[in-house]
């Protein structure tokens, strides 16, 4: 470990003077200037695009900017790779962790930063560091635990963790609540507030006002490469940070009329799954889903919404055996042995959870992602052949009708950025017209100008007397959209709520598993959810 | 050829001059000129030749099937004669292009060609395998004697079936082992499978092996040596691989039908040529190198089978006539 | 957005790397003391120099349009089909067995029989591995591989055994009948009364070959099937949830691409032999890999790499057969030929990207 520079009292911990980064033709970055105090939280906030991750990666080395400067504690850096950074005192924890999972805790944390050949040594200074480390930041995790069993929010303690130990000053965190339940998230901030005043400082990467709001000392807004706008969090609000970063007005809550629902669409009885593994992942699962209303099904990733969507989407995982029995429209529906062909055809639209991996094909061209699932249809078909003009006319008039942009069938999918890429999913699954849409994290990784137009075609469908299922880890979504909310919680409801009566907390208890006014949690909650609760009083 | 030789012989290349008038020519088949067998040894004819005449030859490797027939009708239309090719694979080509050269001659190892200006070389080799099973029978103390072939085709069925007679003729009760080394050319050339094999027909009993593989024979003929068991070359000579371990080389006369053929010039003379045990065409090789081997029991078994076999008392039966053995 | 304009991607990356390739070929020629420049003047005569080249150069690349295609389509659907060389062997037997049983007349009613020989007996043979690979998850690269080694034992054995003709010493069956002989291409150019490729294996499947190509890009990017394969070639999970079977795709494509890699026998085996022997393939099937690869996986980059492996492989045996080029070192120079188009193609293609991008940003 090399000693940390001599620090100018005053100078900021970061400035960037001017860095400006192009890829061919996309000017990511331009003329970014940037002050970040030391000791404090520093957010930057801007839509998709904007160049918050390109930025992020010059400073941690993986790119080289075109021009411009980076100054570290006032000294000016030239940062070649992340070792480079490291030295700096610059600690990253990315969204997607890079831990090895089948390694414990501790050899994750000396991972990379072994010193000598023997790892004895290294392991057990490791083993004191990570215990000060752990009382003095309430970052308790056991060091002899495989990463691959705990909890997303405690993989997350290990990341910081690993660059505390490598003598980080300066942390930064791109997104780093969007796998956390909501009691998580508040103890994720309580330990950067403890950073903080300890004189560390941190940049968060985030793309929700709330959290800006509640735990940034500063906000810097980009839009489309350039910083807009730096200001005091305490001066500033969320209807002013989400105009600086679309750069015009915008409606933060969903404007609709009360709901009229009618006669249920689909009606989905003691549903359960096992699947290929043996892990039970439905456990009963009875839900009514009528025309005009939006419901909405809450609840932490990975607690069987994934399964639920597929199922009803007609393409459950192979080897799962499902039982249960679901109604559309008063008739059965088939569970198994049919494909998402069918489903489409029997009226039910599904924008999936994940874009990039099941909505789209990224390599294809936007007009043929407009066909995507609705390739047999019979307007697409001329005699042996797909009839190329058909499908570019209508999406064509899709892209135009759903403002993607840029506007130009012929572009393939992933050179649209990700609220284009989800416009065109939700136009195709929308534009059809279905009795039942489908819907998993609408506007996961989608820039708030993007959000509000899919919300509004959610409403229209809703409007137009259409069923819709929302799924979505959003509670805020959840709660602007929803006309009933359903809380899921290991495979099963937890408990239904009307969202003008729900409160976050109340929500957030259901999404951890907790029954609210019950003493005792009800049977079989596994340990991992316990913990929430008590770590959070 | 050394590196450093080729390197002084040219810095341009050296385009061979095509076969000058009545030079002869040799074709090798796809195993190619240095085969460590059956290639080999006619290269070895051909040198013989050159080395006694101080002629000059040309000779042509294949790179596919399709060659064949550019390699021969090229070698013709420049004036090499006569040609000479090796290998069966030749002789459907050879049936096709002969009748538009009638002033060309052409030999053939292996293979028939009924054309009035190819001569047609063939080899008794089920006679010289008899001999070899004989003294295999002869020297093996377990009964059990083994055989283990190159690529599986007739050619070798044919080695195998002599081999099988002259076995159960001498001992009726021997067991005999036989195994092929595969079914792609590559067979020709794997002498670590060949030794692998090897060591299988130990484990079951084998004290004496015939390779009839090629390149393969190489590794059968060193992990007999390595064993301490007795092994039986093919094609050439190879008692000297290792002296007092190989008990016989069934040897086939490919160099000498080679250099007889160059001899014969422009005369060649059209027709079938059998090789047989009686002509010197096959024989058992016996020599210094292992003449301990070599009991008077053996020999005596060995000249009765011989005389038996050119006095037309023995008749081996030749696996080609109908594709079956009468031994197993 | 890309990187470098269409053309760069397509042509001059693989003239690039084609020219490295030669380049140390060329050095490697130059250690053995010989003229790298009057090599490269025999194989381009020899290959390209008169119709007679032209012709040899043709027939062997029919055989690499068939495999690479067979690569191709197998490519797109996300497989790796390293089966080309069994497939075109057990297309081989079709072919024989179709013209063996039936005493044909014409050519031209054997030909579509055999065609269907050629591709229903290589369309099998991938369909146990595609089976394999979509009920059982075993790789297709392993099976396929395996099924390169069953195929050859398997045709060893029904050559030597059942199709032999009794007394003969060659592996081989018997000769085919002769109304059922492919017209040679110079055969037809003399229709037209012209002297072509005189005793040049190049036949009429060429042209099977060509339209194979036209039936293959029009399969792949403008049938419901083409964009199925596609779509699952690219994603599986997408493929599901777009209600496209993985297994009905794994099977279907499999099937098309042993089909095609079948369909060389009647270039090799019908056209060529005229009679299946025990080594037709020849590696075709794995020239195929290479040819499909630096193709681009495009029908029409596959029938110009063909044509470039055609060219290599006459020019080749002209340089093995008429000079004192040892006949490894062909292999050599083809082996360089693919590491260099189709292993290390970001070896050229990331400095060329590169050097567009600048260029870009200085006209920007």
């Not at chain 1, 004189?199 to 807004?221: A, C, F, P, Q, Y």
């Not at chain 3, 014409?106 to 146990?128: D, K, S």
């Amino acid at each position: 470990m090399t000693a940390q520079p001599e620090v100018p009292d005053g100078a900021p911990a970061i400035e960037l003077r001017g860095i400006s980064k192009a890829f061919g033709p996309v000017q990511a970055n331009k003329g970014i200037d940037l002050r970040v105090s030391r000791g404090t939280i520093h957010g930057i906030i801007g839509e998709n695009g904007a160049g918050k991750s390109t930025l992020m990666s010059i400073l941690y080395g993986f790119y080289r900017p075109d021009s411009g400067e980076i100054l570290i504690g006032g000294n000016p850096i030239t940062i070649t790779d992340s070792q480079t950074a490291i030295r700096a005192g610059i600690g990253m924890v990315f969204q997607h962790f890079k831990l090895v999972q089948n390694f414990t805790v501790l050899e994750n944390v000396i991972l990379g930063a072994e010193d000598g050949r023997l790892l004895r040594p290294s392991l057990s200074r490791a083993r004191g560091e990570l215990k000060r480390l752990a009382s003095e930041y309430e970052l308790q995790v056991d060091p002899d635990a495989l990463v691959e069993d705990l909890s997303v929010g405690h993989q997350q303690r290990v990341e910081i963790l690993k660059a505390l130990y490598r003598q980080a000053d300066i942390l930064i965190l791109d997104e780093p609540t969007g796998v956390l339940t909501p009691a998580e998230a508040d103890h994720l901030f309580r330990i950067l507030r403890g950073l903080r005043d300890e004189g560390k400082t941190i940049i968060l990467i985030t793309h929700k006002l709330r959290e800006i709001m509640e735990i940034t000392d500063n906000v810097s807004v980009m839009r489309r490469g350039e910083m807009v706008a730096s200001v005091t969090t305490s001066e500033t609000s969320p209807t002013q940070l989400a105009e600086l970063m679309v750069g015009r007005k915008v409606l933060l809550r969903v404007e609709k009329a009360p709901a009229q629902p009618g006669a249920p669409v689909l009606e989905v009885r003691g549903l359960r799954m096992v699947d290929a593994a043996g892990v039970e992942r439905l456990r009963g699962i009875d839900l009514d889903i009528r025309a005009g209303e939006v419901l909405g099904i809450a609840g932490v990733a990975g607690n069987g919404q994934t399964q639920l969507l597929e199922i009803l989407g007609g393409y459950p995982e192979a080897g799962a055996k499902i039982e249960g029995a679901l109604r559309l429209k008063g008739q059965p529906l088939p569970l198994t042995g049919s494909d998402a062909g069918a489903r489409r055809k029997a009226g039910i639209g599904h924008v999936p959870e994940d874009r990039q991996v099941e909505g789209l094909i990224m390599d294809f061209s936007a007009w043929e992602n407009v066909a995507f699932g609705y390739h047999d249809a019979p307007e697409f078909q001329s005699g042996w052949l797909m009839d190329q003009s058909a499908i570019r006319a209508d999406a064509q008039a899709k892209i135009e009708h759903f403002d993607v942009r840029p506007p130009n069938p012929e572009l393939a999918a992933k050179n649209f950025s990700g609220g284009n890429q989800q416009k065109i999913v939700v136009a195709r699954e929308v534009e059809r017209n279905p009795d039942l849409l489908l819907i998993g994290q609408p506007t996961r990784g989608v820039d708030i100008g993007a959000i509000e137009f899919i919300h509004k075609r959610i409403i229209a469908l809703r409007d137009a007397g259409k069923a819709v299922l929302l799924v979505s880890v959003e509670l805020d979504e959840i709660m602007a959209l929803a006309d009933r909310i359903a809380v899921m919680f290991d495979g099963r409801i937890m408990g239904e709520r009307l969202p003008e009566e729900a409160t976050t907390a109340d929500l957030g208890c259901l999404m951890a598993g907790i029954e609210p006014g019950t003493i005792a949690p009800q049977d079989a909650i596994p340990p991992a959810a316990l913990h929430v609760p008590a770590e959070g009083a | 050829m050394s590196l450093t030789k080729t390197l002084l012989a040219s810095a341009s290349l050296s385009l061979l001059p095509l076969a000058a008038m009545a030079d002869p020519a040799l074709i090798f088949d796809l195993g190619g000129k240095f085969d460590k067998s059956f290639n080999e040894a006619a290269f070895h004819g051909a040198e013989k030749w050159k080395a006694e005449t101080g002629g000059s030859y040309k000779d042509l490797e294949m790179q596919s099937e399709a060659q064949r027939e550019q390699a021969l009708r090229r070698l013709a239309e420049t004036g090499a004669n006569p040609i000479v090719m090796t290998g069966f694979a030749f002789g459907e080509v050879l049936n096709k292009v002969a009748p538009d050269y009638p002033d060309t001659k052409f030999a053939i190892v292996d293979m028939v060609v009924e054309q009035p200006n190819v001569q047609s070389i063939v080899f008794t080799e089920e006679q010289g395998s008899y001999l070899a099973g004989v003294m295999a029978a002869k020297a093996s103390k377990s009964g059990t004697v083994g055989f283990i072939g190159g690529m599986d085709i007739p050619l070798i069925h044919k080695f195998e079936c002599g081999y099988a007679q002259g076995v159960k003729a001498t001992n009726p009760e021997a067991k005999l082992i036989i195994n092929y080394t595969g079914t792609t050319p590559a067979a020709w050339n794997d002498p670590v499978k060949g030794g692998e094999l090897v060591k299988a027909q130990i484990s079951q009993g084998a004290d004496v092996v015939y390779a009839a593989a090629g390149g393969t024979g190489i590794g059968v003929l060193q992990a007999a040596a390595d064993a301490n068991i007795l092994s039986i070359g093919v094609d050439s000579n190879q008692n000297h691989l290792h002296p007092g371990k190989v008990l016989t080389s069934m040897v086939k006369g490919v160099d000498n039908s080679i250099y007889e053929a160059f001899k014969a010039g422009t005369e060649l003379q059209p027709g079938i040529k059998v090789m047989d045990l009686a002509s010197g065409g096959v024989s058992v090789a016996l020599d210094d190198n292992n003449k301990p081997l070599v009991t008077e029991d053996m020999t005596a078994a060995v000249d009765a089978a011989t005389k038996g076999i050119t006095g037309g008392e023995i008749k081996v039966h030749d696996y080609m006539t109908d594709n079956t053995c009468p031994v197993q | 957005m890309d990187r470098m304009p269409k053309w760069a991607d397509v042509i001059l990356t693989p003239l690039i790397s084609l020219a490295l390739a030669f380049a140390i070929s060329a050095l490697v020629i130059l250690a053995i003391g010989e003229s790298p420049i009057e090599a490269l003047k025999v194989m381009v005569e020899g290959a390209l120099g008169s119709s007679y080249g032209w012709g040899f150069t043709l027939y062997y690349a029919t055989n690499f349009i068939f495999t690479g295609l067979a690569v191709t389509v197998a490519y797109h659907a996300g497989l790796f089909n390293i089966g080309g060389e069994g497939q075109a062997a057990m297309g081989g037997l079709g072919v024989a067995l179709v013209l063996l049983a039936v005493p044909w007349p014409h050519w031209a009613l054997a030909l579509p029989a055999a065609m269907i020989g050629a591709a229903l007996f290589g369309a099998l043979w991938a369909l146990i591995p595609a089976w394999l690979q979509a009920r059982r998850g075993s790789h297709i690269v392993i099976t396929t591989i395996m099924f390169n080694f069953i195929a050859a034992a398997l045709l060893n054995y029904v050559l030597v055994n059942l199709l032999r003709p009794v007394g003969s010493m060659d592996p081989a069956s018997a000769s085919f009948a002769e109304p059922t002989h492919l017209p040679k291409l110079s055969d037809m150019a003399l229709g037209f009364g012209m002297e072509w490729g005189k005793n040049t294996p190049a036949n009429v499947s060429f042209f099977v070959a060509l339209a194979a190509c036209l039936l293959v890009w029009l399969l792949i990017w403008r049938t419901k099937l083409g964009f199925e394969i596609r779509a699952f070639g690219k994603s599986e999970r997408g493929a599901l949830y777009a209600g496209i079977s993985p297994v009905r795709i794994t099977v279907i494509a499999m099937l098309i691409s042993g089909a095609l890699a079948g369909l060389m026998a009647i270039n090799n085996v019908m056209g060529e032999a005229e009679r299946l022997v025990l080594n037709a393939v020849e590696g075709a099937g794995f020239i195929g890999i290479a040819v499909a690869l630096m193709g681009r996986n495009h029908p029409f980059g596959v029938l110009l790499a063909a044509l470039l492996f055609g060219f290599l492989y006459q020019g080749g045996g002209e340089l093995a057969l008429w000079t004192s080029v040892p006949r490894e070192l062909i292999v050599v120079i083809q082996a360089l030929v693919i590491l260099f188009t189709g292993a290390l193609d970001n070896m050229v293609r990331m400095p060329l990207e590169r050097i567009f991008m600048a260029l870009r940003r200085k006209g920007a």
